[in-house]
């Protein structure tokens, strides 16, 4: 498989310990994350060559945060340096009936003051098959978009496959401005993921009985908008995700691959949360990696659901999971027991 090079913000997480909410806590966990960077720390887990690419401050903070990327075997040569801060996000873990919250510092950051010039497009794209970008970058100032839209656009040039989670983000900007810039990037995408809300707010593509927060999941209603999708954007293929939310520590979770006019459902894994943040991303990255190595339509949304119901057993944003841990779990082995 190709290199997957992915393009975003990093930024640091923090979080209370357990889940004390913020008024209890006297400390905060730390944790570097970004959508993109959720996904190729993933892809580099299951062994794919991956290339990070953000603008970061330059000094110690920022090292330690890439130091984490190297650890995990994500490469950084091309990240660019420049600006004064990173982007900062609060994370209080809900519980039960209680939802998680998430507090954005975000504005002013050095990716979100970046021009396209300030990256090395052709040593970024040399040797590249994928380029992974997320609605959450254009949204980062009045600026990206123009970057973004360039980016894919010059990925396409070289024949690089371009994947996006939408990824819509409400604390970010209005579904008009989302609607506004997403709509030239899409045309640009080969797979775009997406879930139900992402569709309507961002496109304003809607199907009738498509709800899941009422637990209503009418199949057909998601064919439907993934085929407007494929129909208006010209898109190879969409993939849904699929989040049945009983509570905020038990969710039903699964997806939805359209691809050549026929969909195929993974099937639904009941999940005890841990930390659901990065679950979007690594289901992105369990599509990719699929994808990459042409896994069969069913195999592959089998694939991307079960990495992601994993990770949602993990603290913090990353997937851990490897290939050989996965396809157990999409073999059907999903008991839980200690392995000796």
Known sequence: MKQVVGFGDFILRLSPPGYLRFMQASSFDINYTG???NVLVSLSMMGVDTQFVTRLPDGDVSQAALSTLKKHGVGVSNV?????????????KGASQRPSKIVYD???????EARYEDFDWDNIFSGAGYFHITGITPALSHTMPDVCIRACEEANRRGIIVTCDLNYRKNMWTPDEAKSVMERIV????????????????LGIRSEGTDVVS??????????VARQICELYGTEQVAVTLRKS???SDNDWGAMLYTKG????????QVRIVDRVGGGDSFAAGLIYALGHDFDPQHAVEYAAAASCLKQTMEMDFNLSTPEEIERLVAGDGSGRVRR
Do not use: Q, W
């Open 106 to 112: 975000r504005k002013f950051t050095s990716i979100a």
């Open 262 to 269: 026929k969909a195929y459902f993974s099937r639904t894994y």
């Open 35 to 37: 959508a993109e960077a």
């Open 187 to 202: 045309p640009l995408v080969h797979t775009l993921i997406a879930n139900e809300e992402d569709a309507d707010k961002v």
């Open 246 to 248: 009983l509570s905020a």
């Open 215 to 224: 637990g209503v999941i009418n199949r057909e209603g998601y064919i439907d």
């Open 80 to 92: 660019a340096f420049g600006g004064e801060r990173m982007g900062v996000f609060y994370l209080e």
